[in-house]
């Protein structure tokens, strides 16, 4: 089974807001990491939070870890056309498996 | 700079025949991981592989096959072919031994993907 879920599966919004995905995992983490996917593309890093960490900042994202309540969120803030696409969280631990969750398909109407 | 390459980009072939994705990862990454993803589906682990060794196992049918050769690039071969094998699949790589060393960014760098169509 999936370690990441990420919620909502899909999420229209108009440009200018913020969009927040959340992400929920089952077992321990050694970090969490969040990724943005256009169709049919390669999937493209776009922060990483360790499990020690509960907040990070990275440009317009802000992305939040509760290790307690096994669970993240992602925040695109001042959305733009160019965020439509899908984003997924991974889970990795110390061994070489990341595991990704189901992904949200953002959608920024003009 | 230089990303994952990998090839081909896209795959035809008919049930049970055989087919080899290559990766090539980005220069001094040292780990390389292989993902399947269907239509509107989250990347599935297939294997990973570190230091030419392999790694870690996931979802990999026993028809599929990976190797990671001395110049660090790796190739995923698939056998009997079944419809359901259609998909994009991913290569990523790191840049250091995930949770082998003390510092590690855990970060995956991909490459476009090859899409399988089987027919």
């Known amino acids: 089974s999936q370690q990441g879920e990420e919620d909502p599966q899909a999420l229209s919004i108009q440009e200018g807001e913020n969009a927040t995905m959340n992400c929920s995992y089952k077992t321990s983490i050694n970090n969490l990491q969040w990724y943005r996917q256009n169709s049919g593309r390669g999937l493209v890093h776009l922060i990483l939070?360790?499990?020690?960490?509960r907040e990070k900042h990275s440009g317009r994202l802000r992305v939040t870890l509760d290790t307690s309540k096994k669970s993240s969120s992602l925040l695109i803030t001042a959305s733009r056309a160019a965020d439509t696409a899908s984003y997924f969280c991974?889970?990795?631990?110390?061994?070489?498996?990341?595991?990704f969750g189901k992904g949200t398909r953002l959608h920024i109407l003009p | 700079a230089a990303g994952v390459i990998q090839s081909p980009r896209h795959l035809i072939k008919e049930k049970r025949e055989t087919a080899t994705l290559k990766c090539y990862p980005i220069p001094r990454h040292d780990t390389v991981y292989w993902y399947q993803q269907g239509p509107g589906q989250d990347p599935q682990f297939l294997i990973s592989f570190y230091e030419k060794m392999q790694s870690d196992k996931g979802s990999i049918p026993d028809r599929f096959s990976a190797q990671q050769f001395s110049d660090y690039h790796s190739e995923l071969n698939m056998s009997s072919l079944e419809l359901g094998d259609s998909a994009l699949y991913f290569c990523?790589?790191?840049?250091?031994?995930?949770?082998?060393?003390?510092?590690?960014?855990?970060?995956?760098?991909f490459g476009e993907g090859s899409r399988l169509t089987v027919l």
């Open positions: 990523a790589s790191s840049p250091r031994g995930w949770g082998r060393r003390a510092e590690n960014t855990g970060e995956l760098f």
């Open positions: 939070i360790r499990s020690n960490e």
């Open positions: 991974a889970t990795g631990n110390r061994d070489d498996k990341i595991i």
